[in-house]
């Protein structure tokens, strides 16, 4: 199983960065994915999921601002973020769900990609 995230950069608060999630090594189309993130000093927070046949959610401190989609014929996760702030500051990683986990909750290490990291500061 590989993740690999891209897009990450530093952007001023109110711009917006799409962050991807290149998969392989397993039928992405069969697993609900994750956005997780976590700043320096915190733990992980949760931030975004969507279940193999497209259902999302996100968590409250990102609805209406991020969207999260994917494309199951390019084993693709996307992670559009719009009006950026501060607090947004984060190493962001994309996570598998394991079947045995809810999908709001965030997944075990394990299952996580290397991160890209976004900066929103002026």
């Known amino acids: 199983v590989q993740l690999v995230e891209s897009g990450g950069g530093m952007v001023q608060p109110g711009g917006s960065l799409r962050l991807s999630c290149a998969a392989s090594?397993?039928?992405?189309?069969?697993?609900?994915m994750t956005w997780v993130r976590q700043s320096p000093g915190k733990g992980p927070q949760w931030v975004s999921a969507?279940?193999?046949?497209?259902?999302?959610y996100y968590s409250n401190s990102v609805k209406g601002r991020f969207t999260i989609s994917r494309d199951n014929a390019k084993n693709t996760l996307s992670l559009q973020m719009r009006g950026l702030k501060p607090e947004d500051t984060a190493l962001y990683y994309c996570?598998?769900?394991?079947?045995?986990?809810?999908?709001?909750?965030?997944?075990?290490?394990?299952?996580w990609g290397q991160g890209t990291q976004v900066t929103v500061s002026s």
């Open positions: 969507i279940t193999g046949g497209g259902t999302t």
């Open positions: 996570a598998r769900v394991p079947t045995t986990f809810a999908i709001t909750i965030t997944p075990p290490r394990d299952y």
């Open positions: 090594g397993f039928t992405f189309s069969r697993y609900g």
